[in-house]
Nanobody, 125 residues
Framework: QVQLVESGGRLVQAGGSLRLSCAAS????????MGWFRQAPGKEREFVAT????????YYADSVKGRFTISRDNAKNTVYLQMNSLQPEDTANYYC??????????????????WGQGTQVTVSS
């Protein structure tokens, strides 16, 4: 089992920045690919970004490429999502997730077995 807890979401004005954090506990965090997803009201959960266990590989949704940066600190069992140039369409509940098997890399939510409770990001225009 992997337990995940997100934090850092809040209300921010368009053009602003936020950094989300996801603290992990349980099985060896450093062996897991980690992903960030988001879900807006009335919409399906969508992929945002993913990072390999070693940080050597990252992948982003086109909608956030160039604005968001995923990173991790395996010594702190934490993955981050730095979000810059936020827009109202970025408003959503943001979730971090870990897949099974741990090394799996995917944009599909169904691949991810472990999820946090989410942190709300609201961007005002």
């Amino acid at each position: 089992q992997v337990q995940l807890v997100e934090s850092g979401g809040r209300l921010v004005q368009a053009g602003g920045s936020l950094r989300l954090s996801c603290a992990a506990s349980g099985r060896t965090f450093s062996s897991y690919t980690m992903g960030w997803f988001r879900q807006a009201p009335g919409k399906e959960r969508e992929f945002v970004a993913t990072i390999s266990w070693s940080s050597s590989s990252t992948y982003y949704a086109d909608s956030v490429k160039g604005r968001f940066t995923i990173s991790r600190d395996n010594a702190k069992n934490t993955v981050y999502l730095q979000m810059n140039s936020l827009q109202p369409e970025d408003t959503a509940n943001y979730y971090c997730a870990a897949p099974e098997p741990p090394s799996r890399v995917s944009v599909r939510p169904g691949v991810y077995a472990y999820w946090g409770q989410g942190t709300q990001v609201t961007v005002s225009s």
